[in-house]
């Protein structure tokens, strides 16, 4: 069965950090595009990725919201994706989703949107 699986979220306070974790199952994630979403309690899910990394070639992505504060990144041996989290802010308090992702670039913007693999979320808590 192909699973992705979030961990590592929890209450941390405002300018603190976190390691969010996805880990994949009947899948590797060296052959797909993954990505992080986010969804605000009470709200819909973000249809664009927060932030994403291309196995096919390294490239990442990030939202403006998360640049600069966060980090992607995988590692092939552990067949997991990371969310490395610093500086955050009451804002970014969500449920953060990983998925298998596709990479659209249009007008030299790079987007990053949900594809048919999703885990079932961490949440986060940054309380002020």
């Known amino acids: 069965e192909v699973q992705l699986a979030e961990s590592g979220g929890g209450l941390v306070q405002t300018g603190g950090s976190l390691r969010l974790s996805c880990a994949a199952s009947?899948?590797?994630?060296?052959?797909?595009?993954i990505g992080w979403f986010r969804q605000v309690p009470g709200k819909e899910r973000e249809g664009k990725g927060v932030s994403c990394i291309s196995h096919s070639d390294g490239s990442t992505y990030y939202a403006d919201a998360v640049k600069g504060r966060f980090t992607v990144s995988s590692d092939i041996v552990e067949n997991t994706v990371y969310l490395q989290m610093s500086g955050l802010r009451p804002e970014d308090t969500a449920v953060y989703y990983c998925a298998t992702v596709m990479l659209l670039t249009t007008n030299g913007v790079t987007e990053c949107y949900g594809r048919d693999v999703w885990g079932k979320g961490t949440l986060v808590t940054v309380s002020s």
């Open positions: 009947g899948l590797t994630v060296d052959d797909h595009a």
